[in-house]
């Protein structure tokens, strides 16, 4: 059993340890407002992380670097961005763009980032001091456009999984709508053996498929940093996808050179 099976009667709870090969990733599949429209199945992943400002971007632009190396038209999308400043008369967020530059099709902003937000605060204060309310239909639509332009897509979240965007709507739901595969990002740092296996819990609790994970080194003074990654391998339920050192100067290439990605469901084959 692992904890992306449902608990059995009598059986272990979802916080046994169970070794990670134990678990089998779910054909990947397109969500079902999609699905009906006969869109097809091809590479998507949905990237959360155990906190803010643990690596998310890094890793999502790492995805989509090695996507452009395997000679398919990829196209990152951050659905959410809080913090954002006017710059020659359009809106800017340092994650978005780098996403963008990741990937090798480019859209309007409007589609990639259907909400781009001022304050850099929580996405529903930032949200209500704008008088926006985040919603789920301009996104899935966003989204649909993305699939019809490109081969592959990497969605990046909002600060951790499970995130407020208005009164009934947060990150965990937007998850599940998208119906994604998940790649976790754990910020290697004091605590992040909690917070990896809470936030992989709540995943599996929405009937989503954690992936894999990348352990992300965040905290380049963190002590026993390889008895935490062993601990977390034994524990999670999905593959280690790579181990990211922090990097003096961070890049979707340089990120890209420490992850392996060629497990994860619909990863596609290199083209010539």
Request: glycine share 8%; aromatic share 4%; net charge negative.
């Amino acid at each position: 059993m692992t904890l992306n099976d449902p608990e059995q009667p009598g059986g272990a709870s979802i916080g046994t340890a169970i070794p990670a090969a134990a678990a089998a990733p779910a054909p990947l599949t397109v969500p079902a407002p999609l699905a009906a429209e006969g869109v097809p199945t091809r590479f998507a992943c949905f990237v959360t992380g155990t906190d803010t400002e643990i690596g998310k971007t890094l890793i999502s632009s790492a995805i989509l670097h090695k996507l452009v190396q395997q000679g398919v038209r990829a196209c990152g999308m951050k659905p959410i961005a809080a913090g954002a400043e006017e710059r020659d008369g359009m809106l800017h967020n340092d994650d978005a763009a780098m996403l963008r530059a990741a990937g090798n099709v480019l859209l309007p902003q409007r589609i990639t980032t259907p909400y781009m937000l001022r304050e850099p605060c929580a996405p529903h204060i930032a949200a209500s001091l704008e008088g926006v309310t985040i919603e789920p239909v301009p996104i899935i639509t966003a989204y649909a456009e993305i699939l019809g332009a490109s081969d592959a897509t990497v969605v990046e979240g909002v600060g951790g999984f499970w995130v407020p965007f208005s009164p009934d709507f947060d990150s965990a739901d937007l998850a599940v709508q998208l119906g994604l595969p998940v790649v976790l990002v754990v910020g290697m740092r004091l605590g992040c053996i909690n917070h990896a296996l809470l936030t992989a819990e709540a995943i599996v609790a929405r009937g989503l498929v954690l992936a894999g994970w990348v352990a992300n080194q965040v905290d380049p003074d963190m002590r026993f940093a390889d008895e935490n990654v062993a601990e977390l391998a034994r524990r999670l339920p999905a593959p280690l996808l790579g181990r990211v050192p922090r990097l003096t100067e961070p890049s979707a290439a340089a990120a890209a050179a420490h992850i392996e990605l060629a497990n994860l469901p619909g990863w596609p084959a290199k083209r010539a």
